[in-house]
């Protein structure tokens, strides 16, 4: 009962269409900013380490390096501040958290690209022609 009664109360606050990110995927995340009277969209990009949480509480963590340092923030999903994030490159992973990346230097901080293949289906007049 209870656990209906949350999902009731937070439903109002989640987002229609959460963005579809997982580990491992470098991405843009678009912030908004309010600086005294203005508003502006910072973009922050880096590879998503770890994702957690469920509902309004979902989660996830992004590292970027910036002069040599490693920078990570924390975003919640459905918060009004994440304005947009765009996925910029799949990565290929076997953890749920990469904390590991933490303790990378050069190129060992690379996550091997995960490649998408869509196969088309082969057309029946191309099959007859092949064939003969």
């Known amino acids: 009962m ?3 009664l949350m999902n009731l109360v937070e439903k109002p606050y989640l987002k229609a269409s959460p963005p579809e990110f997982h580990v491992g995927d470098t991405v843009d995340v678009q912030c908004r900013i309010v600086e005294g009277e203005k ?3 910072q973009i922050f990009n880096g590879i998503v380490i770890a994702h957690q949480g469920r509902g309004i509480n979902e989660t996830f963590t992004v590292r970027r390096i910036v002069g040599n340092e ?3 923030r924390k975003y919640l999903v459905h918060s ?3 304005v947009d994030i765009k996925v910029r490159r799949r990565g290929r992973v ?3 958290k990469l904390y590991y990346l933490r303790q990378r230097i050069g ?3 690379k996550l091997r690209e995960l490649r998408i293949h869509h ?3 082969a057309e029946p007049a191309v ?3 092949s064939a003969v």
């Open 2 to 4: 209870s656990q209906q």
């Open 39 to 41: 508003e502006r969209i």
């Open 70 to 72: 490693g920078v990570e």
């Open 80 to 82: 009004p501040g994440v």
């Open 94 to 96: 076997r953890r749920a």
């Open 107 to 109: 190129k060992a901080r």
């Open 119 to 121: 196969k088309k289906a």
């Open 127 to 129: 099959l007859a022609t």
